[in-house]
């Protein structure tokens, strides 16, 4: 039996020497209030002080301005397309850890070490209780059928979010048969595209349509939320699969090391705690996502939602396709 290295004996390992410094600086795409229990379960494991900065935009453009002089250490991102991008950029370096590439998937991880996956969650569809049927929601190629017309919602076709279910169905089907799928969602609209997943749910508390597309993450996140506890009550989450895989699309949260990390034993240990069973499990419920590491279960609260089976197909390949889909939304005019 192969006996997997923990993450934070490793993270010991490397503060015994004290060339290492206490301190690693994150630029993060989620909010301070998300990660902020991962930062502190890190300091009270390793002694290794966080400084995190929260930038919603232009992060990848921001290590690029900043260079060799980039105080950044780690980016958090919430989605594969960004990770990718920063790789491009030539803004991230290679990792290698025994401790990351036995608790997280291949899947879920890039191929040169520049990028992991931490946690992910699913792309799926919302639906009333009261007007849809459990089991009437089948595959993400059936959403297009005129059973739905009049009776979908879903935010812009051009958002990071749809663009890689788009990217996805490309991968699965090709460009021609992605498009003529999309234009059918188009058709089924009950509302021109607008506002974000939770904006969707509430339409169909109100009465507007439904059925929306969303990311699971949210409803943890609604029913954090007093005033839109109601809406998400409304609504059950079904997992749509591709027809021919049966299996659902999913995206990912991330982390990686800056090519000019100034404290990069420090920042590895970063890395390595953020797969470790603890901090699966901490981030995993904070955001209400799946844990990368199969091996850590979910929370309660996602685990109630049913099972998911993640889409096996290689993730950079569905953000390659990014451009494709976003050409492919504006040719069909989908928010139009």
């Given at each position: 039996?192969?006996?997997?290295?923990?993450?934070?004996?490793?993270?010991?390992?490397?503060?015994?020497?004290?060339?290492?410094?206490?301190?690693?600086?994150?630029?993060?795409?989620?909010?301070?209030?998300?990660?902020?229990?991962?930062?502190?379960?890190?300091?009270?494991?390793?002694?290794?002080?966080?400084?995190?900065?929260?930038?919603?935009?232009?992060?990848?453009?921001?290590?690029?301005?900043?260079?060799?002089?980039s105080p950044a250490d780690i980016i958090l991102t919430v989605d594969i397309s960004r990770l990718t991008q920063a790789k491009?950029?030539?803004?991230?370096?290679?990792?290698?850890?025994?401790?990351?590439?036995?608790?997280?998937?291949?899947?879920?991880?890039?191929?040169?070490?520049?990028?992991?996956?931490?946690?992910?969650?699913?792309?799926?569809?919302?639906?009333?209780?009261?007007?849809?049927?459990?089991?009437?929601?089948?595959?993400?190629?059936?959403?297009?059928?005129?059973?739905?017309?009049?009776?979908?919602?879903?935010?812009?076709?051009?958002?990071?979010?749809?663009?890689?279910?788009?990217?996805?169905?490309?991968?699965?089907?090709?460009?021609?048969?992605?498009?003529?799928?999309?234009?059918?969602?188009?058709?089924?609209?009950?509302?021109?595209?607008?506002?974000?997943?939770?904006?969707?749910?509430?339409?169909?508390?109100?009465?507007?349509c439904d059925i929306s597309l969303g990311n699971t993450y949210y409803m943890g996140a609604m029913l954090d939320d007093p005033?839109?506890?109601?809406?998400?009550?409304?609504?059950?989450?079904?997992?749509?699969?591709?027809?021919?895989?049966?299996?659902?699309?999913?995206?990912?949260?991330?982390?990686?090391?800056?090519?000019?990390?100034?404290?990069?034993?420090?920042?590895?240990?970063?890395?390595?705690?953020?797969?470790?069973?603890?901090?699966?499990?901490?981030?995993?419920?904070?955001?209400?996502?799946?844990?990368?590491?199969?091996?850590?279960?979910?929370?309660?609260?996602?685990?109630?939602?049913?099972?998911?089976?993640?889409?096996?197909?290689?993730?950079?390949?569905?953000?390659?396709?990014?451009?494709?889909?976003?050409?492919?939304?504006?040719?069909?005019?989908?928010?139009?």
């Amino acid at each position: 039996m192969m006996i997997r290295p923990t993450p934070l004996a490793l993270a010991a390992a490397l503060l015994s020497s004290p060339a290492v410094a206490q301190e690693v600086n994150i630029y993060s795409y989620r909010q301070p209030e998300l990660i902020q229990p991962i930062l502190d379960g890190f300091t009270k494991a390793t002694g290794i002080e966080t400084n995190a900065a929260y930038i919603n935009q232009g992060l990848t453009e921001r290590l690029v301005a900043e260079g060799d002089r980039s105080p950044a250490d780690i980016i958090l991102t919430v989605d594969i397309s960004r990770l990718t991008q920063a790789k491009e950029a030539g803004v991230t370096q290679p990792v290698s850890s025994d401790a990351l590439s036995a608790h997280i998937p291949a899947a879920m991880r890039d191929a040169e070490g520049h990028w992991f996956g931490v946690t992910y969650r699913g792309r799926i569809v919302y639906a009333a209780k009261d007007r849809v049927a459990p089991g009437e929601i089948t595959t993400y190629e059936a959403l297009a059928d005129p059973e739905w017309k009049g009776r979908i919602c879903t935010r812009s076709g051009t958002h990071s979010y749809t663009l890689g279910l788009v990217a996805a169905m490309i991968a699965h089907h090709g460009y021609d048969a992605t498009k003529e799928w999309a234009q059918g969602i188009k058709d089924n609209l009950a509302r021109p595209p607008a506002g974000d997943d939770r904006a969707q749910v509430r339409a169909i508390w109100a009465g507007e349509c439904d059925i929306s597309l969303g990311n699971t993450y949210y409803m943890g996140a609604m029913l954090d939320d007093p005033e839109q506890a109601e809406w998400a009550n409304a609504v059950r989450i079904e997992f749509p699969v591709f027809e021919d895989t049966d299996t659902t699309h999913v995206n990912i949260s991330g982390v990686a090391m800056t090519r000019a990390a100034p404290h990069p034993e420090a920042a590895r240990a970063f890395m390595d705690y953020l797969a470790s069973p603890e901090a699966q499990k901490i981030y995993a419920e904070v955001v209400h996502e799946y844990p990368a590491d199969p091996d850590t279960p979910a929370s309660d609260l996602v685990a109630s939602w049913g099972e998911i089976r993640p889409d096996e197909t290689d993730l950079p390949e569905i953000a390659a396709n990014r451009d494709d889909a976003l050409r492919l939304m504006q040719e069909i005019d989908f928010d139009g």
